[in-house]
């Protein structure tokens, strides 16, 4: 568990999000520029820190996602698989083989709909790295109960069948199924 974190990634995961004393969770979201341009933005690092972000794309996202985090922290990923933040981070943690597990949060109106295809090749890509998945489809009932911890993202990983309110989806080696 040493140098493990939980990122809370994008605004939909972000509602779930909440600080600890005790284990490092992290939360990072987008914050649309304000100008009329509506050139770019800013990353928001645990609702406080802002990082300059060119646009909205998941090569800028990448890039300063990448500069932002550490090579050497192993993480699990919480995030809304509709948001572009939430591609561009998985696309980070492949790169740097770090992700212990990606748990998405449901995803919820059309923006779902209309990226089927997106998130069918994310959860490939995830099962072809062996990067443990899972879905968490009522997201209120899962963080509403508990409060992010990570004996509740590694008791996920131990025993996939046994957890109420997650579905594994892919990427555990099929003898712990």
Not at 108 to 137: H, Q
Not at 140 to 152: H, I, K, T, Y
Not at 156 to 175: F, V
């Amino acid at each position: 568990m040493k140098d493990r974190k939980v990122q809370f990634i994008g605004n939909h995961a972000n509602l779930y999000w909440k600080t600890h004393d005790t284990i490092p969770c992290e939360s990072l979201v987008f914050k649309p520029s304000t100008t009329l341009e509506n050139v770019g933005g800013n990353l928001c690092l645990n609702q406080t820190a802002l990082y300059p972000v060119g646009t909205y794309e998941r090569g800028c996202l990448r890039e300063q996602i990448e500069s932002l985090t550490s090579v050497a922290d192993r993480c699990i990923l919480v995030g809304d698989p509709s948001e572009l933040l939430v591609e561009a981070s998985i696309d980070v943690g492949l790169s740097r083989k770090n992700l212990d597990a990606v748990f998405f949060v449901y995803p919820v109106g059309m923006a779902a709909l209309d990226i089927r295809k997106e998130i069918a090749e994310m959860v490939w890509s995830l099962k072809k790295n062996e990067v443990p998945t899972f879905l968490i489809r009522f997201p209120e009932r899962v963080f509403g109960a508990n409060e992010p911890n990570l004996s509740m993202f590694v008791e996920a990983l131990s025993d996939p069948q046994n957890i109420q309110d997650i579905e594994y989806l892919c990427g555990l080696d099929q003898s712990i199924l």
